[in-house]
């Protein structure tokens, strides 16, 4: 009687034993097939790159990669990533996903994105009446005026000549355009129109413009301007002297630029 029980016992023990092996080896099976079956073709950076990098086509391609329930914000195909931006450092093989990138014109690239190829930024602290009275629009365009004092005198005397006398002297009659005086025998202040048709690429740390947000009550200190280089260097000499630099608003279509004969203040009262 205990020959048959322990005989019994040792069948029972070596059926579990081959029914664990066997569910073992289902399970394995089973998460691998699972896991084969989660390799999905998703798009991967085909060298290192760069924060701040533009991806192109041959900076990207296609790999077989493992994603689970957790892997989120990745692509499928190239066409989705190109153009877009680097936020970090992608390394060769890693996958490319949506908190990495950016679209070429996000916030979160700053103004340096926004800024056509060519062009600079540079800023002008305007108070009230110089910012147009708080009216100026991310994308507007203006005309930037400088006013100042010309110091100069008749040569052998030290006695100043009036600002309108000395630039028929020195640039010749009517010139230069687009300069105001007070009038040629009085003055030495005068005006002038020393860039036109400039746009407002910024107002204060604000870079974009919501259309449905209301600017009513909103002001700014600072207005920046998307200028060439050697027009952010005119700027920067017009900002270190005594002058003032007064910015003027134009019609939004209007790309116009003027350019008229010097002028004076007087001449309006002429014949009165």
């Given at each position: ?117 060519g062009k600079r930024a540079v800023s002008i602290n305007t108070d009230l009446e110089q910012g147009v009275s708080n009216n100026l629009r991310v ?61 407002v690429a910024a107002l204060g740390n604000s870079f974009s413009f919501d259309s449905n947000k209301d600017y009513k009550d909103e002001e700014y ?52």
């Amino acid at each position: 009687m205990k020959k048959i029980r322990l005989i019994a016992l040792t069948v029972a023990f070596l059926v579990f034993i081959a029914g664990y092996r066997m569910l073992v080896t289902t399970v394995n099976h089973q998460s691998q097939t699972q896991a084969d079956g989660q390799k999905i073709e998703v798009v991967v950076a085909a060298q290192d790159l760069s924060p701040y990098t533009t991806l192109t086509k041959d900076m990207i391609k296609l790999k077989k990669v493992l994603v689970d329930e957790e892997t989120k914000g990745y692509y499928r195909k190239p066409e989705e990533v190109v153009g877009k931006v680097c936020l970090t450092n992608v390394f060769q093989d890693e996958m490319l996903t949506d908190r990495r990138l950016a679209d070429d014109k996000a916030e979160v690239l700053g103004l340096s994105s926004r800024l056509e190829d060519g062009k600079r930024a540079v800023s002008i602290n305007t108070d009230l009446e110089q910012g147009v009275s708080n009216n100026l629009r991310v994308g507007n365009y203006v005309d930037v005026i400088f006013t100042g004092t010309l110091k100069s005198s008749a040569q052998g005397s030290e006695e100043a000549i009036p600002a309108g006398l000395a630039m028929e002297r020195i640039m010749g009659p009517q010139n230069p355009a687009n300069a105001q005086i007070v009038n040629d025998s009085i003055g030495n202040e005068f005006s002038v129109i020393a860039l036109q048709n400039i746009k407002v690429a910024a107002l204060g740390n604000s870079f974009s413009f919501d259309s449905n947000k209301d600017y009513k009550d909103e002001e700014y200190v600072s207005v920046t301007l998307e200028v060439t280089p050697s027009q952010a260097a005119q700027i920067a000499l017009m900002k270190s002297g005594e002058g003032k630099i007064q910015l003027a608003l134009r019609p939004q279509e209007d790309s116009n630029v003027v350019k008229e004969p010097r002028g004076s203040v007087l001449k309006n009262y002429e014949g009165n």
